[in-house]
């Protein structure tokens, strides 16, 4: 495979074309921290050796599966409200009853 760096997309490599945005040198901020936070810096940011463009393709399917992850940790942590509410009602229940019981027993 003959790879022109400079012309490649970072991502899938494919030859970038003039619709390309180069993101990483200067550091697009906003995209190093998408970037970051998806690939779980398995991927080398920072690294000037490594292309620079990103295609249009690529780009959009970032943006999409950055707010996706996003959407399903946001969904997640509703989850884990919801279930503690609930949990959190059982136990006032569960304390009420035995109120109940024992003043039952006491009178």
């Known amino acids: 495979m003959n790879l022109n760096i400079k012309e490649a997309c970072r991502l899938c490599l494919g030859k970038s074309s003039k619709t390309c945005d180069e993101i990483f040198f200067p550091i697009d ?5 998408k970037f970051t936070e998806i690939t779980d810096c398995i991927l080398d940011v920072l690294n000037e050796a490594y292309p620079v463009n ?7 399917q970032f943006e999409e599966y950055y707010n996706y992850r996003k959407s399903l940790i946001e ?5 884990n409200q ?5 949990k ?20």
């Open 54 to 60: 990103i295609c249009n393709s690529c780009l959009t």
């Open 75 to 79: 969904k997640q942590k509703r989850l």
């Open 82 to 86: 919801l279930l503690n509410i609930r």
């Open 29 to 33: 901020e906003d995209f190093e921290r």
């Open 88 to 107: 959190d009602l059982k136990i006032v229940k569960k304390q009420k009853l035995e109120d109940l019981n024992e003043n039952k027993f006491m009178s």
